[in-house]
């Protein structure tokens, strides 16, 4: 199993903690659903989300309740009947088109995100790992697919590439058609080896953050329709345009993938109608979903004074507050909300490396009836940062919680 983790600033974080990446290893409804929760989702494109309306919605990814999932290992995977799983996919982009069409990669590919399953393997074999992965889960011995939502996070990485990294080198490196042509012929790459398969994509967590706070993302310069002209050249040459794009591109190479946006509003507690119009432009309603995270690392890490001594334990204020605003985009823009890289810790930890401190598991599945009302269609819970709680290092407690809300026939989406 992949892990790769980094920091993502959601509704519990005003601003935008500093991102970064770890070494990555090789990879690795309804109580008559419980068996195989997918059985009757169809490969067609009305499998994504079948909603009402506002944020409401009937059925996501193929499920009438709220879905549960994670980052995780292969043996927590099959220990509860998760529906999801996910991971990251970044790295630069591959320097040519001639890694596209290699029939194996090489041994000084591996820093691309496309040969991390190493020399003896082909070029996206990772993507193929990870959809097998999911279609070949089972519970208790039983067959019961789940869902891989991928985590795609490139533009990061492509900042690097611009010499000045997060934030502001994301933002430079999309105006650079040599960069953006590469950014995008890489994303074609994963699309086309995501194929027909019903899984499910988080378009680039952070980056339209540091967009809109440059302003009207109409005005926000990218050199879309340059460097993508097959696919995007109609597009706007905007942060707005490559939003778009990236979406169109989605239904095109990858048509049965439901695709959303990053909600990165980090001013969402002070200018929440500047969110709401900020991504009317990007185009989030041509989507299928948002994703937004609750907070990238446990509570207990938090309040360590080495790591800022700051209070990030939920109560039912803090709680109605960010799901108050996860209802507001969701009905704003017309999809629903996924949450994801939720902290994994409970108050049962020890506040060790690994074993930190945090109260949102048990938050979440004590008020389930709320989430679903606020339009959340799926918590994936997480580690966003070394020496996270992880579904590993929680002494079962998610593992736990899941088995027990399947067992109660989960709750309804709203």
Not at 110 to 130: F, R
Not at 288 to 299: G, K, M, N, W
Request: proline content about 6%; glycine content about 10%.
């Amino acid at each position: 199993m992949l892990a790769a983790v980094t920091a993502c600033g959601g509704p519990s974080d005003t601003a935008p903690a500093a991102s970064t990446q770890e070494s990555l290893a090789d990879a690795t409804t309804s109580p008559t659903e419980l068996a195989s929760p997918n059985s009757s989702v169809s490969a067609s494109p009305s499998a994504r989300a079948s909603a009402t309306s506002g944020g409401s919605t009937k059925r996501f990814l193929g499920s009438s309740t709220v879905l549960i999932g994670g980052s995780m290992s292969d043996e927590s995977a099959s220990a509860a009947p998760f529906d999801l799983r996910y991971a990251y996919i970044h790295s630069q982009p591959a320097p040519s088109s001639a890694y596209y069409s290699a029939s194996r990669c090489q041994a000084g590919w591996s820093g691309w995100w496309g040969c991390w399953t190493g020399p003896t393997t082909a070029p996206g074999t990772q993507v193929t790992v990870y959809k097998s992965m999911a279609a070949n889960a089972t519970y208790q011995g039983r067959p019961r697919p789940q869902k891989f939502f991928f985590t795609w996070y490139s533009l990061r990485d492509l900042g690097d590439a611009a010499g000045e990294g997060d934030g502001p080198g994301e933002v430079k490196a999309i105006n650079r058609l040599d960069l953006l042509t590469r950014y995008l012929n890489d994303y074609r790459f994963f699309l086309k080896k995501i194929g027909k398969s019903p899984d499910a994509i988080d378009l680039e967590p952070d980056f339209w953050g540091f967009a809109r706070s440059l302003g009207n993302l109409h005005k926000v310069p990218a050199q879309v329709s340059g460097a993508n002209p097959t696919d995007c050249g109609s597009h706007e040459n905007s942060a707005a345009g490559l939003a778009r794009c990236l979406i169109a591109m989605t239904r095109k190479y990858a048509p049965n993938a439901a695709v959303g946006l990053h909600l990165s509003c980090f001013d969402w507690e002070s200018n929440p109608d500047k969110c709401i119009k900020d991504y009317a432009d990007l185009g989030a309603g041509n989507g299928d979903f948002l994703v937004s995270d609750v907070s990238d690392r446990d509570a207990g890490w938090y309040a360590q004074p080495a790591h800022g001594g700051y209070d990030k334990f939920w109560n039912d204020q803090k709680a109605a507050a960010a799901l108050r605003f996860y209802k507001t985009m969701a009905e704003a823009v017309g999809k629903p909300v996924v949450l994801w890289q939720i902290p994994v810790g409970n108050m049962v930890q020890n506040n060790t490396p690994n074993h930190y401190k945090d109260d949102k598991v048990d938050w979440f599945f004590r008020h389930m009836d709320q989430v679903a009302r606020a339009h959340v269609a799926a918590l994936l819970f997480g580690a966003g940062w070394t020496e996270q709680t992880t579904p590993e290092t929680d002494g079962g407690n998610l593992i736990r919680k899941t088995i027990a809300y399947r067992k109660s026939g989960g709750v309804l989406l709203k």
